[in-house]
């Protein structure tokens, strides 16, 4: 008793005690017993192990005495069929152990032949161990489940990694997306920029050759008033002259007359080459108009068409950083720990 005490309080291997109990139980047919008795929880399974296994020994140990030592036991159970201590797949160390084996075995062995001379406690011990191995069974499957479980917890956590590994890497593409739409963007305002200033310079350069050429035409307008104006002063004197001329002396009023025909003539001749000069400006003026006018068409369609451009461009940005907005704000910081 104070062997078995002592065995109570110090601890135990499990694994072991059960070892045993699986040798035990592959040559018995407990199931000719039935019992109302139901394995208690992990630790009152290790209580009831070891009590059973203490009131067994003990019984052994009686049986032994009476019957001689456990030598005379061992070759008992060797004569009736059963595995002796050489034959076990594990080791024992505790002969207790053994004598409860052999004692469990003797009992249901001759059970069949009197199971009314069976004492009762042996029974009750034999289905109680029956009823821990298979509460220790039940708890080994729950185990084998909870460990499937778990590695099908670990193969989802594996896949939602690589799910996070995928999302960082399109997260850095789309960031290395927008990096190169901002500098296409920076490229593009600078080829506004440029073409807007060479536009401008152009156009200024037209309006200065349109003010030039105004001034042309408003000197070519006062120079053709004023000569039409000494033309018509001149035809009066011209008449006066030659009426006084006339009444002076025919002939040399006649040469005279004639000369200043001519000189009329060269002054209209001068007139119709200043009119013409004043249609070629007025020709030249209408075609710079015109070609400014193409000018700030053209100024107009590129500035459209670069605005448009640009507009597509901001929506592209603005549709990456709502998509970048949708992920975590931690989705980067996760992704550079798993990188690293």
């Not at 291997?13 to 047919?29: H, P």
């Not at 996070?164 to 080829?191: C, H, N, P, V």
């Not at 105004?214 to 000494?230: F, G, I, M, Q, V």
């Not at 002076?248 to 000189?263: A, V």
């Amino acid at each position: 008793m104070e062997q078995d005490s002592a065995s109570h309080g110090r601890p135990r291997q499990e694994t072991g005690d059960f070892d045993v109990i699986r040798y035990t139980l592959s040559s018995l047919q407990l199931d000719d017993y039935s019992t109302t008795w139901t394995p208690p929880n992990l630790g009152g399974l290790t209580g009831s192990a070891h009590a059973s296994n203490g009131s067994l020994a003990a019984r052994g140990a009686s049986e032994g005495a009476i019957n001689g030592n456990g030598t005379a036991q061992r070759k008992d159970a060797s004569n009736a069929g059963q595995p002796e201590m050489s034959e076990c797949p594990f080791p024992i160390n505790d002969p207790r152990m053994m004598r409860a084996v052999l004692t469990i075995q003797r009992a249901f062995r001759n059970s069949k032949r009197r199971r009314n001379a069976l004492p009762a406690g042996t029974v009750t011990a034999a289905t109680k161990i029956q009823a821990a191995f298979r509460g220790f069974k039940s708890r080994k499957e729950t185990l084998l489940r909870l460990q499937t479980h778990n590695t099908f917890l670990q193969n989802e956590l594996c896949n939602r990694d690589a799910c996070l590994a995928r999302s960082t890497a399109e997260l850095q593409l789309r960031a290395g997306m927008i990096d190169q739409f901002g500098k296409s963007i920076t490229s593009l305002r600078r080829q506004v920029a440029d073409s807007t200033a060479s536009y401008e310079m152009k156009l200024e350069v037209k309006d200065k050759q349109i003010e030039q050429l105004d001034s042309e035409l408003r000197a070519a307008l006062r120079t053709t008033s004023d000569l039409k104006y000494r033309l018509e002063s001149n035809a009066v004197e011209y008449a006066k002259m030659a009426w006084d001329l006339k009444e002076k002396d025919s002939d040399s009023g006649h040469q005279y007359i004639l000369s200043l025909q001519r000189e009329l003539e060269n002054c209209r001749s001068q007139l119709s080459e200043m009119r013409s000069t004043k249609e070629a400006d007025s020709i030249r003026l209408s075609l710079k108009d015109k070609e400014i006018q193409e000018l700030r068409l053209q100024m107009q369609e590129a500035r459209r068409s670069l605005e448009s451009e640009l507009a597509t461009r901001n929506a592209e940005i603005d549709e990456l950083r709502g998509l970048v907005a949708r992920f975590p704000p931690d989705a980067f910081a996760k992704a550079d720990a798993n990188s690293n």
